[in-house]
C-alpha cells in the first residue's frame, strides 16, 4: 500500500487491511465495495476497528456517501473534527 | 445502464445458491402445507426444521377457530389504519392483554413485526436524538434507523465496554439516546448479555429497547420472555416482539414500562400509515397469547425437542453459533460448498431447513439454520438427528 499521509488514512488503510488480509496496493480512488469486494459487513466492521483505533463515533450516516478509500478518509476526518 | 442493471449480481449470486438438485434455497417453493411441522416441496413431502413455529401455533384448533369465526362475524379486512376506521375492539383488547401480561401501563399493535421496529423505534429518538444499535441488528432496525431522524451509532455485537465507550463519548446527549439490542439474535441464535447492557444504558440515562422476536413465547415466566426470565423488566424501557413466530400469525407488538409510551401512536408513521391488521390475525393472535400465557406445556416439549437435537449436533462434531442452545441452532461453515451440500442433503432426506449466506450472515459465515418448534414429535426429532448422522458420515463437518 502507499504511504499513508496522516493518523487517519493509515488507521482507515490499517483496518482495511485487517477487513481484507490479502489485500495489496489500493490507491484512494480504489471503490471499496465494486473493486475490493468489500461486502456492507466487511465494511462495518472495518468502521468498527477505526472508531476504536481513534476512539470516536461514526455515525451511519456520515459514511453513507464513502465509496472509495479517499471518501472513507475524509468521511473520518470530519467526525473526527481533523477536516 | 438502465435502472434494472444493478440487479444483475443478484441474479448471478441466486444461481450460485441453486442446489445442485431442482430445488432453490432462496425462496423455496412451499406447494403445500400439511400441518405445523409438515408440507410438500417439489413433490415431496418434507418436516420442517426451517420455520419459526416455535410453539406450533399455526394449526392449533383455538387459533384456528377465533380466525374463523372473526372473519365470518367482522370480515376480512379493516381497510383502514388503526388513525381512522380500522381501530377495532379486538385491536385494543390485544393490546390491554400485552399490557397485562407484562403488568405495564401501555401497549402498541403494529401491522406487522418489521412494522413494530419501524414503527417505535424510528417515533421514538427523533431530531437530535441517538439510536445506538448493535452492529448485528435485524434489517428492521436498520431500516428503522434510516426513518428516523437521529443520529444512528453501531455499537460491536452483544459488546457492552463497546456500547458504554459510545454512551461515553455522548457525553449529556446520552440522555436523548435509545439503545437498541435484541434479546437473541436470529442467525447464530446466540443471547445478547442483557442484565450487563441494561446497566450500561441506566448508568449513563439512556433508554433500552429489546427485541425479543425469537425469544417471546420461549422464555421465561409465561413466556414473556428473556427480560422476564432475567428478571429486567422493572429496569427495561420497552420490548418489541412479532406475532409471526411463537404466535403463529403476523403482526408486531412493542409494550413499555412508560405510560406515556401510549401517546407515539399519535407520531409513529408506521403505525398510521397503514392499514390495522384483519379481524382473523387479531383474533389468531389473542388466542394464541392465551394459549401462550396458559402453561408451560408448549415450552416444556419445545426445551426437550432443544435439548436431544443439539446434543445430537454437538456429538456429531457440527460447529454451532452459540453454546447457548435455543430455539434456534445455526450450523457454521466455511465453505459455501459445503453449506450447500448440507442443506441439499438435509432436503433429499426429507428435511426443510434455512441456507444463510454473506452478507445476511455475520463473519462471513455460511451457515444451515435449524429451528425447532413444541410441534415436533419425538419421532420428528429422530428422523432429524438420523438424517444428520446419515449427511456427517458422508459430508465431513467443519472443525
Known sequence: MPEATDKVERVVREALKIACPDIGIVDGNTHLASELGLDSAQVMDMIMEIEDRLDISIPVAAIAEAHTLNDLCNSVRRVAGEA | ?399
Not at chain 2, 420442517?48 to 410453539?55: P, R
Not at chain 2, 380500522?86 to 385494543?92: Q, T
Not at chain 2, 425447532?372 to 467443519?398: K, V, Y
Open chain 2, 1 to 399: 445502464m438502465s435502472l434494472l442493471d444493478k440487479f444483475a449480481p443478484l441474479a448471478e449470486l441466486r444461481g450460485a445458491l441453486a442446489a445442485s438438485g431442482s430445488v432453490p434455497s432462496v425462496a423455496t417453493p412451499m406447494d403445500e402445507i400439511h400441518s405445523a411441522t409438515e408440507g410438500t416441496i417439489d413433490g415431496r413431502r418434507v418436516l420442517f426444521a426451517g420455520t419459526n413455529n416455535y410453539l406450533g401455533l399455526t394449526f392449533d384448533p383455538e387459533c384456528q377457530r377465533a380466525a374463523i369465526e372473526a372473519v365470518e362475524k367482522l370480515g376480512t379486512g379493516t381497510t383502514g389504519s388503526r388513525m381512522a376506521s380500522g381501530n377495532y375492539a379486538g385491536h385494543r383488547a390485544l393490546e390491554r392483554e400485552f399490557a397485562a401480561a407484562f403488568n405495564w401501563p401501555a401497549a402498541i399493535v403494529f401491522s406487522t413485526g418489521y412494522q413494530a421496529n419501524l414503527g417505535a423505534i424510528s417515533a421514538l429518538a427523533g431530531q437530535d436524538e441517538y439510536l445506538l444499535i448493535d452492529a448485528d441488528s435485524h434489517a428492521s432496525i436498520h431500516d428503522a434507523c434510516r426513518l428516523s431522524l437521529a443520529t444512528t451509532i453501531r455499537f460491536r455485537h452483544n459488546d457492552p465496554e463497546n456500547l458504554a465507550r459510545r454512551l461515553e463519548r455522548l457525553g449529556e446527549n446520552a440522555r436523548r439516546t435509545l439503545v437498541v439490542v435484541e434479546s437473541l439474535y436470529s442467525v447464530l441464535g446466540d443471547r445478547a448479555p442483557l442484565k450487563e447492557f441494561v446497566e450500561v444504558t441506566q448508568r449513563h440515562g439512556a433508554m433500552i429497547i429489546v427485541d425479543e422476536a425469537h425469544s417471546f413465547g420461549m422464555y421465561g415466566p409465561k413466556g414473556l420472555g428473556i427480560c422476564a426470565e432475567m428478571g429486567l423488566l422493572d429496569r427495561v424501557d420497552f420490548v418489541v416482539g412479532t406475532f409471526s413466530k411463537s404466535l403463529g400469525g403476523v403482526g408486531g407488538f412493542c409494550v413499555s414500562r412508560h405510560r406515556e409510551f401510549d401517546l407515539l401512536r399519535l407520531g409513529s408513521r408506521p403505525y398510521i400509515f397503514t392499514a390495522s391488521p384483519p379481524p382473523p390475525v387479531i383474533a389468531a393472535a389473542r388466542a394464541a397469547l392465551q394459549r401462550l400465557l396458559k402453561g408451560d406445556d408448549l415450552r416444556t416439549q419445545l426445551w426437550r425437542n432443544i435439548e436431544r437435537f443439539n446434543s445430537a449436533v454437538t456429538r456429531l462434531g457440527y460447529r454451532t453459533g452459540t453454546q447457548d442452545p435455543g430455539p434456534v441452532t445455526a450450523l457454521v461453515f466455511s465453505e459455501r460448498s459445503e453449506a450447500i451440500a448440507h442443506w441439499q442433503g438435509l432436503l433429499d432426506a426429507g428435511i426443510y431447513t434455512n441456507l444463510m449466506v454473506p452478507p445476511a450472515t455475520p463473519a462471513g459465515l455460511y451457515i444451515v439454520r435449524i429451528s425447532l418448534s413444541a410441534a415436533h414429535t419425538d419421532a420428528q426429532i429422530t428422523r432429524m438427528i438420523e438424517a444428520f448422522e446419515g449427511l456427517s458420515s458422508r459430508l465431513r463437518p467443519a472443525a
